[in-house]
């Protein structure tokens, strides 16, 4: 059974606007307006080209939250920083870096995009539905999803803390009678515990991930090495520069250091758009291997 993700209405009530601050080079965001007066464009069949032009690339057009539908902030999800001061999130065309500091919410924020986009909550694709344990939030019902007219021809949402799951899922699909090919020939057909952490992560980067797609990824450094996450970046321009978007909530100053994207910082108040060596993750990072001994002096200071 294949999977579909459905196609949500794309109106005549954005335009197109440019974005500052981003790392895009260019890309524009989707406002709510009339065409009638977007930037002083009366051409509208020229407004409507450009935004096919821009609704093409990617998938994931913004998400809002139902803020009105809340009947408290003090409970979880909604008293997460990440949540607590969300209202409308637009993503960029092609890759989204969410960070801030454990607990933000950041993860929470990831699994609930993913569910509203129908894929599973403990990961993988539209058509997988195990679950370990129902420990998702019931944030994905208060999100308002806006997709572009172009139906990404795979999606996925990877957890790093569950993948070990999902390849024991992945194991017990194919231990049963099927006409079908083994499901472990979309990961490069050696099984997934057979190989090494990184190794099955890399597998899953390399065969199951194809352009166009639209990818969800929470904390994909977790089983990589330094080496492993340059590879990373490799492949992820490759599949960006094919057509595919990505939203990836990382601690990675390797990975994040990707230049076609924009870094949303989570914490207190709403999403802080942020340039890459504005991040704590660079900073902190940087100070550690060209001061190392001082900070070690530092973090080891008796008393």
């Known amino acids: ?21 981003g790392r895009g080079g260019g890309w524009a965001s989707l406002k709510r307006t009339s065409l009638s007066v977007a930037r002083g ?57 969410l960070v ?21 909550a403990e990961g993988g694709s539209r058509n997988f539905r195990f679950e370990n ?45 099927c006409d079908a090919p083994p499901l472990i020939d979309g990961y490069g057909g050696q099984p997934l515990h057979e190989q090494s952490h990184g190794e099955s992560f890399f597998a ?7 352009s166009p797609g639209l990818y969800l990824l929470d904390e994909p450094e977790a089983a990589l090495s330094p080496q492993r996450q340059m590879s990373f970046l490799t492949r992820l321009h490759e599949l960006v520069s094919s057509g595919s978007q990505f939203l990836i909530a990382t601690h990675s100053p390797i990975i994040m250091a990707y230049p076609d994207a924009q870094i949303y910082r989570l914490g207190e108040g709403a999403p802080q758009l942020v340039g890459y060596t504005d991040t704590d993750h660079y900073k902190v990072t940087r100070d550690f291997l060209t001061r190392t001994e001082q900070m070690l002096a530092i973090l080891m200071r008796k008393g």
């Open 1 to 21: 059974m294949k999977g579909r993700t459905s196609v949500g209405c794309f109106t005549s009530e954005y335009r197109l606007q440019p974005t500052a601050g």
């Open 100 to 120: 801030g500091e454990n607990g933000t919410g950041k993860s929470t924020l990831l699994e609930a995009i993913a569910v509203a986009l129908g894929l599973n």
């Open 204 to 210: 899953l980067f390399q065969h199951r991930f194809v």
């Open 133 to 177: 344990r129902a420990s998702h939030s019931d944030l994905h019902r208060f999100l308002e999803i806006r997709r572009g007219l172009q139906r990404p021809r795979s999606s996925f949402f990877l957890r790093a803390e569950s993948y070990f799951n999902l390849a024991t899922e992945i194991e017990a699909l194919d231990a049963e009678p």
């Open 41 to 97: 464009y009366d051409d509208r069949s020229f407004v409507n080209k450009r935004i096919k032009a821009i609704n093409a690339r990617h998938f994931l057009l913004e998400l809002r939250l139902r803020r009105e539908e809340v009947a408290s902030f003090d409970e979880y999800p909604f008293v997460l920083p990440a949540v607590r001061a969300l209202d409308t999130f637009i993503p960029h065309p092609k890759v989204t870096f």
